[in-house]
């Protein structure tokens, strides 16, 4: 089983800066990915970015050039620095672990986080 642990988030104005962080605990393979996926209301919950074991990057259109996706291997932590906040970023932020096995992927979930971006 994995647990992870967000932190982060809040309250900002269109332009402004906002980081969140997720820390992972218990059973992590050590071929894995860890993402930051968000949901704003009445929408579906998309992919912002992901960042593999290895420190390959995926990053939505959207928010290109503007966030930064950065892991801590030896802690287990998932960093997101978003800059240049849009009110259209407003969502539930959700910290995603999945760990890889051949022909089998385990995927887990963080309890979110709202970002709230006022204009």
């Known amino acids: 089983q994995v647990q992870l642990v967000e932190s982060g988030g809040g309250l900002v104005q269109a332009g402004g800066s906002l980081g969140l962080s997720c820390a992972a605990s218990?059973?992590?393979?050590?071929?894995?990915?860890m993402g930051w996926y968000r949901q704003a209301p009445g929408k579906q919950r998309e992919l912002v970015a992901a960042?593999?074991?290895?420190?390959?990057?995926n990053y939505a259109d959207s928010v290109k050039g503007r966030f930064t996706i950065s892991r801590d291997n030896a802690k287990n932590t998932v960093y997101l620095q978003m800059n240049s906040l849009k009110p259209e970023d407003t969502a539930v932020y959700y910290c995603?672990?999945?760990?890889?096995?051949?022909?089998?992927?385990?995927?887990?979930w963080g309890q979110g986080t709202q970002v709230t971006v006022s204009s």
């Open positions: 960042i593999t074991s290895v420190g390959s990057t």
């Open positions: 995603n672990l999945e760990n890889w096995r051949p022909g089998r992927k385990y995927n887990y």
């Open positions: 218990g059973s992590i393979f050590s071929i894995n990915a």
